[in-house]
């Protein structure tokens, strides 16, 4: 038995034909799905990528890790302290170490660690290769690593081998001679002009007027995909900029392709067990967030996880919410090995096995990095909760109908108090019991907000009011003002 773990990062599932989506970005991973199981409601539990990997990799939520945000104190491990043994509990029973006490050579090819100074990331593996490009390599930069890696060890077995490919990152990198399969195709219809208009009269960072960030562009000469998108104006401008996005994907699927196709040559794909997964998602235009990871919600949370598990008699689709960290869980189990109790991270391995009914009741998702929000899945619905906004103008609260309004146009809190209390009731309850389990009963979101906010729009203020002024939106600086937030200036 094999297992090759495709990861590739900012992938939302709604943007995989798989998934339903109405390009065809996905043919080879489509296959793959073909073949396997796609589960439909999988969930980081905390976003985006340091914490989001740092909660699959270790098995545990942020709240117990002590890593959420993307700098500062909540960007390391939280510490042991005295009772650490000779070697870390939390790291000699990762996801890795749990690999290979079920007999797996475990590898690595990821610019991860170096990326996010995570360097708690290399315990466990057995070979490590960072191609070096700290998250900018394209596909193709990639491959070669992977290539030669398997025709090395195409007739050894019991090997688990990890492939992290970034192309559908902003800012959109893939090599303009791999053209544009989309350039006739109609962006998706969710997004309309009336919605960009009344986007461009907001503000904060990744929106309408800053699609790049703080600033209106990104240094174009080095990304032409997106050349002339200093602000997103109209439908024009939104195609070009979802147009990049989704040939990241298709690049990325084509290497796919190519590793399947090596797989095939050395006769090793039908007994390799195959995931594909992501970091978290993108909000394009959901929230005026454009190309970027800001928020807790099901565009940024929810992440594709597709598994082709050779000889399993598994559905095609499975619906129930679960953490991604559940997986991790779940392959532990299926390999034989006990999860370690302190793990958040559940298996569902045997009720699958037994075509049982699983999943959780409710899902609890944060993000910390860009604005400190927690939000609760559950039933048909998403519950935000916002403590810190990081310069965006969300409300304190927001629901959205997850069925009808999956690109959270409308915010419906006051009209369903009754959802909107029980969602509250999730989180409350949530909160309290990852505090009496955490060893020193403290929320990494306090330290976060201590310590400034959420770290990418710390020492932005006075420069962002700034950048308002000159693009004539001087009455939102009094809007978040009246906040009364705490930002380091």
């Not at 043919?27 to 409601?41: M, Q, R, S, V, Y």
């Not at 998602?281 to 928020?295: A, F, I, K, R, S």
């Not at 419906?412 to 989180?427: M, V, Y």
Request: negative net charge; aromatic residues 14%.
């Amino acid at each position: 038995m094999r297992i090759l773990y495709i990861d590739i990062d900012t992938l939302r599932p709604d943007h995989l034909s798989c998934y339903g989506y109405h390009r065809d970005t996905s043919p080879n991973i489509d296959d793959i799905a073909k073949e396997g199981t796609k589960f439909t409601n999988c969930y980081v539990s905390d976003a985006p990528c340091l914490p989001s990997r740092a909660s699959l990799f270790t098995g545990r939520f942020g709240i117990h890790s002590g890593i959420v945000g993307h700098g500062g104190t909540t960007a390391d491990l939280r510490l042991s302290g005295a009772t650490r043994g000779f070697q870390d509990q939390y790291l000699r029973y990762n996801w890795i170490s749990m690999l290979r006490r079920a007999k797996f050579y475990p590898v690595s090819i990821s610019p991860y660690a170096e990326r996010h100074s995570a360097f708690w990331f290399y315990s466990g593996w057995k070979e490590m290769y960072n191609p070096g490009l700290r998250g900018f390599e394209r596909a193709d930069q990639v491959y070669p690593y992977v290539e030669k890696w398997i025709q090395d060890h195409n007739k050894t077995d019991n090997w688990f081998l990890h492939v992290n490919f970034w192309d559908p990152h902003t800012p959109y990198r893939t090599p303009m001679e791999f053209g544009n399969l989309f350039e006739d195709e109609p962006p998706p219809s969710w997004i309309s002009q009336e919605i960009i208009d009344k986007q461009r009269i907001g503000y904060g960072p990744h929106s309408a007027r800053e699609p790049s960030g703080f600033t209106s562009q990104y240094p174009l000469q080095e990304f032409p995909r997106i050349e002339g998108i200093k602000e997103i104006y109209d439908l024009t401008d939104y195609k070009k900029w979802i147009d990049g996005y989704d040939v990241g994907i298709r690049y990325t699927d084509y290497y796919i392709g190519k590793i399947v196709d090596l797989l095939k040559d050395y006769d090793n794909f039908d007994d390799t067990i195959i995931m594909i997964s992501s970091d978290h998602g993108e909000n394009q235009g959901e929230l005026n967030v454009y190309g970027d990871h800001v928020t807790a919600c099901h565009i940024t949370n929810r992440v594709p996880m597709i598994i082709k598990w050779p000889n399993k008699d598994w559905h095609e689709e499975y619906n129930p919410l679960i953490y991604q960290s559940d997986i991790a869980a779940t392959l532990i189990e299926g390999l034989g090995v006990k999860v370690p109790q302190f793990w958040d991270g559940k298996s569902f391995f045997n009720k699958i096995e037994n075509h049982e009914n699983f999943g959780r009741d409710f899902l609890v998702i944060s993000q910390n990095a860009w604005s400190c929000q927690r939000s609760v899945r559950f039933e048909n619905w998403t519950l935000m909760k916002t403590y810190h906004t990081g310069l965006k103008d969300f409300p304190d609260l927001m629901l959205y109908d997850f069925e009808n309004d999956f690109h959270m146009t409308s915010n419906i809190a006051d009209e369903k108090p009754e959802i909107r209390e029980k969602g509250l009731s999730f989180l409350n309850s949530w909160h309290k019991l990852m505090l009496e389990e955490s060893p020193n009963k403290l929320d990494p979101m306090e330290t976060v907000l201590k310590e400034g906010g959420p770290f990418h729009t710390r020492n932005q203020l006075k420069s962002y009011f700034r950048r308002l002024r000159e693009t004539d939106r001087e009455d939102m600086i009094t809007k978040i003002q009246d906040r009364n937030e705490s930002y380091t200036l």
